[in-house]
């Protein structure tokens, strides 16, 4: 069945670095991969979204990349600021077409 | 409405309790699904609907569950004989037409408590 995996550990950054997450999968080859934001006692919110056929994505200080060779998706934030400290977390299509699948998510936390 | 809303925000059941968690989804959204996220996890995909029709329950843990939007918007999660394994947050997110690589808005969830 389909695997998500996102880095186990928290990330702790110093403010004005980039962060870097990482989101690999297995047993499956996703249509499109999203990426949320969860903050404490709140639901995700969407952040973006990268099709297969796309290699990388940007919006103001986030990017984030699609490699479906490696089956890997790695997210950006540059420029990273404390009030960027939160949990992300990853999504794919799951094989009904309709849910997504999500990772654990990675909790960062930047410092100033 | 402005957002996904779901009520109560919390609630504490004894063991063996039903419970009833509501979902009032974006007005307009076709798509409407219900997640379990346990403490320090991912969201887990519990089930979709497509206006009134549930068109997946997979993720549903077991015949406790149940689900329903018969209106074809607002939802309702009912757990019957509530047990501990079923404290966790329950999310509901809504999409606008159900076609797939949409993006779901998300309520604040629903945090329960089975004592």
């Known amino acids: 069945s389909q695997k998500i995996e996102q880095n186990s550990e928290a990330l702790n950054i110093q403010e004005g670095k980039t962060a870097t997450l990482t989101c690999n999968y297995t047993?499956?080859?996703?249509?499109?991969l999203q990426w949320y934001r969860q903050d404490p006692g709140r639901g995700p919110v969407f952040l973006l979204l990268?099709?297969?056929?796309?290699k990388e994505k940007r919006k103001e200080r986030l990017k984030v990349t699609f490699d479906t060779t490696l089956k890997q998706s790695l997210f950006h934030i540059t420029a990273s600021q404390p009030a960027d400290s939160a949990t992300y977390l990853c999504?794919?299509?799951?094989?009904?077409?309709?849910?997504?699948?999500f990772g654990k998510g990675t909790s960062l936390l930047v410092t100033p | 409405g402005a957002g996904v809303s779901q009520s109560p925000r919390y609630k504490v059941a004894k063991r063996g309790q039903d419970v009833a968690l509501r979902c009032d989804p974006i007005?307009?959204?076709?798509?409407l699904f219900w997640y379990q996220q346990a403490l320090g996890q991912g969201p887990e995909f519990l089930t979709y609907?497509?206006?009134?029709?549930?068109?997946?329950k997979s993720g549903l843990p077991s015949d406790r569950f149940f689900a329903e939007r018969p209106e074809g918007s607002v939802s309702t999660l009912k757990i019957q004989r509530t047990q501990q394994e079923d404290s966790a947050v329950y999310l509901c997110?809504?999409?606008?037409?159900?076609?797939?690589?949409?993006?779901?808005?998300f309520g604040s969830g629903t945090q329960l408590s089975v004592l």
């Open positions: 999504a794919l299509d799951g094989d009904s077409g309709y849910a997504l699948n």
């Open positions: 609907f497509q206006n009134e029709a549930q068109l997946d």
């Open positions: 997110a809504s999409s606008n037409t159900g076609q797939g690589g949409e993006k779901l808005f």
């Open positions: 007005s307009g959204h076709v798509s």
């Open positions: 990268i099709r297969e056929n796309e």
């Open positions: 047993n499956y080859s996703p249509a499109y």
